[in-house]
């Protein structure tokens, strides 16, 4: 850590504990903390070792934000870490490509997505508030999500990454019709595997200050302790706000990156 200043290091933990708290009530962390990185860390720093490193950070402040969750939220524990689990291996596997691929041409799909998703949960205020249905979701539902969240998600966030958690989100609400705050808790469950999994292969690779790590990932996991107790603690209708305004960033960074970077 020779090359990065104390006040540099002092701030990235503050983005890790501001990017722990966002994360664990909505995700999207990534969108406080691989930004804040990609600027303090030193120019001669390649960017996959902000990428490895934020991973590495993000594991533990989503490990805490999901034993949190998964000790008093309504959670089905054993789908959950059947889900995390398939997730991890697409992470890695999307992590193992991340290199080959143009993300740029990525980011204007992932606005478009993004912006819909906005506009739908403005204008279905319900959406994700009821509490999910006490019949036994259908098998169909259940391979959708594992489809869909376990191996598309979780090649995503090895792959790309921004707003992981934020679309882990929106399609269990979507495809297991859970209300925000539950689906909030399983998405923790799921996301500690897909930044594990995208870690691995960052690790290997040699693409993670280890040095920052233990400082900042005490801090995210602050970050993700308080900002699990606090969903709980308002429900559904304080993610839903949070859930817009993490939405609202995103688009507003992919443009930023996309059209004047």
Request: charged share 10%; glycine share 12%; with cysteine.
């Amino acid at each position: 850590m020779s090359d990065i200043t104390l006040t540099t290091a002092a701030l990235l933990c503050v983005a890790a504990a501001a990017a722990g708290w966002v994360d664990a009530v909505v995700g999207g962390g990534g969108l406080v903390l691989l930004p804040a990185m990609l600027i303090g860390l030193p120019a001669d720093q390649p960017p996959a070792h902000a990428l490895g490193t934020n991973k590495a950070v993000a594991v533990t402040g989503t490990s805490i934000a999901a034993v949190t969750y998964v000790r008093k939220a309504p959670v089905d524990r054993g789908f959950a870490v059947r889900l995390g689990l398939l997730a991890l291996a697409s992470a890695a596997g999307g992590a193992a490509f991340a290199s080959a691929v143009d993300k740029a041409v990525l980011q204007p799909l992932i606005m478009v997505v993004l912006l819909a998703v906005a506009g739908f949960v403005v204008f279905r205020p319900q959406f994700g508030m009821a509490p999910a249905p006490a019949e036994e979701l259908s098998r169909r539902r259940r391979l959708a999500a594992l489809a869909l969240i376990g191996v598309g998600i979780g090649f995503y966030d090895g792959l790309v990454g921004p707003g992981t958690g934020t679309f882990l989100v929106l399609s269990l609400v979507a495809l297991l019709r859970l209300n925000l705050l539950t689906a909030s808790a399983t998405a923790k469950v799921v996301n500690v595997g897909t930044n594990l999994g995208a870690l691995l292969v960052f690790g290997f690779g040699g693409n993670v200050l280890w040095q920052l790590v233990p400082f900042m990932a005490a801090f995210n996991m602050a970050g993700g302790w308080i900002g699990a107790r606090m969903a709980m603690k308002k429900g559904s209708g304080f993610v839903r706000v949070v859930l817009l305004v993490v939405v609202t960033a995103l688009v507003a960074r992919l443009g930023y990156d996309q059209w004047f970077a």
